[in-house]
DNA sequence: CCGTCTCA
DNA sequence: TGAGACGGG
């Protein structure tokens, strides 16, 4: 497994500076996405729960052994909320990152180990926000958590598929070929991927607490359209994928110096390619081949071998890794999962309640 | 993050 | 009925 090549709190390209208002719509509920299959960015799910799940110093949810529960406890409830609005998820997960990636993995160990120390020093402090923040900075998804929030899914009936490499390329590959109607993620890169459609903020709720400040703000899910991104910005997608290597990649943290979204998007539009554009304005702190990045985003490594189908949940499963292994109170989970049998269903099933009376043979 | 409880 | 506090594991 390749646990380290997340952080958990920004990552990829952050391309929020240029997508125009008419390629964005607020989904002000989430039944307006009912019937809907959306691809969910598996480990970008699970750094949330992992980041944002925990007590105020920093702690995270934990079973009788210590081991971090925070993970399943996000899953289990927010894929329940998202079955009774009636969207039918399939979660992608991560293989192995691509060699381009290499160098931003190991920047992201080193900050997360700073972070750690940070969280120590912060914890002796007695300064319980500051090691709050450490703690989501430091935060690490291991193999094992990964393991136990398939076997979740599974037990769930939810389907998951396995990415040979970046899940968001896979998951642009699903939504392409057709077999979704949208990927979902903080994260813009499988739009650099060329997934047509990308829902933000549906593993995430209502309310988001502002950093340091004791404000909440509403946050809603948004529905982000390629094909209106790119005609409102009067450029294709390979231009696009060009504005997110000069803001910085994944494959490039550092982005060029002195280019924001505007420049970047200028530079584009007057030469054409980001190959084009003359040598003396590009200026990276790093040699950067960005010939080979931009073949990535255009061809990243995807497999057809997955399988998008949702079967009859299992709750005896699901209470004993949860319940059983992880300590999670019975009542709860069991209350929890009426609601979600009830739900799968009516909402990937089909099944209505009381339907089968007007199907039922006249006497 | 979530569900649950309290209180206006 | 809904905002806010609280505990979950």
Redesign the pocket.
């Known amino acids: 497994m390749y646990i380290d090549q997340h952080n958990g709190v920004d990552m990829g390209v952050d391309l929020k500076d240029i997508i125009p208002g008419e390629a964005k719509t607020v989904i002000e509920d989430l039944r307006i996405l009912h019937g809907k299959i959306i691809v969910i960015d598996g480990y970008n799910a699970l750094y949330?729960?992992l980041a944002?799940?925990?007590?105020p110093d920093g702690?995270?949810?934990?079973?009788n052994n210590g081991r971090i529960?925070s993970h399943?406890?996000?899953l289990f409830?927010?894929t329940?909320?998202i079955v009774e609005a009636g969207i039918k998820p399939v979660y992608v997960f991560d293989g192995k990152p691509p060699e381009l990636k290499a160098r931003e993995i190991e920047r992201r160990k080193a900050v997360k180990e700073e972070a750690a120390k940070k969280y120590e020093e912060a914890v002796q402090s007695g300064d319980l926000e500051l090691a709050r923040r450490y703690a989501m900075m430091s935060a690490k998804l291991t193999e094992e958590m990964v393991r136990d929030a398939k076997s979740l899914l599974d037990a769930m009936g939810i389907p998951w598929v396995q990415a040979p490499a970046e899940g968001e390329a896979q998951a642009a590959y699903i939504v392409k070929k057709g077999d979704a109607y949208a990927s979902a993620s903080q994260d813009y890169d499988s739009l650099l991927f060329g997934s047509p459609k990308l829902v933000r903020n549906l593993?995430?709720?209502?309310?988001?607490?502002l950093p340091r400040k004791n404000e909440?703000v509403e946050?809603k899910p948004e529905l982000i359209e390629l094909d209106k991104l790119l005609v409102q910005l009067g450029i294709t997608l390979e231009n696009l994928i060009d504005i997110g290597i000069l803001l910085g990649t994944d494959y490039n943290p550092d982005g060029f110096e002195g280019i924001g979204p505007k420049k970047a998007l200028q530079l584009v539009k007057a030469y054409g390619g980001i190959e084009k554009i003359p040598k003396p304005i590009l200026k990276s702190p790093i040699e950067v081949d960005v010939i080979a990045i931009k073949k990535y985003f255009l061809q990243p490594q995807v497999t057809d071998n997955y399988r998008i189908e949702w079967h009859t949940p299992d709750p005896d499963a699901v209470k004993r890794i949860l319940v059983d292994e992880?300590?999670?109170?019975i009542d709860?989970?069991s209350?929890?999962l009426e609601r979600y049998v009830k739900a799968f269903k009516e909402n990937i099933r089909g099944e209505q309640k009381g339907l089968s009376k007007w199907f039922s043979k006249p006497k």
């Open positions: 949330q729960f944002a799940i925990r007590q702690t995270p949810l934990m079973d529960t399943l406890s996000g409830y927010r329940i909320n593993t995430i709720s209502g309310r988001r607490k909440y946050v992880h300590d999670f109170s709860r989970v209350t929890a």
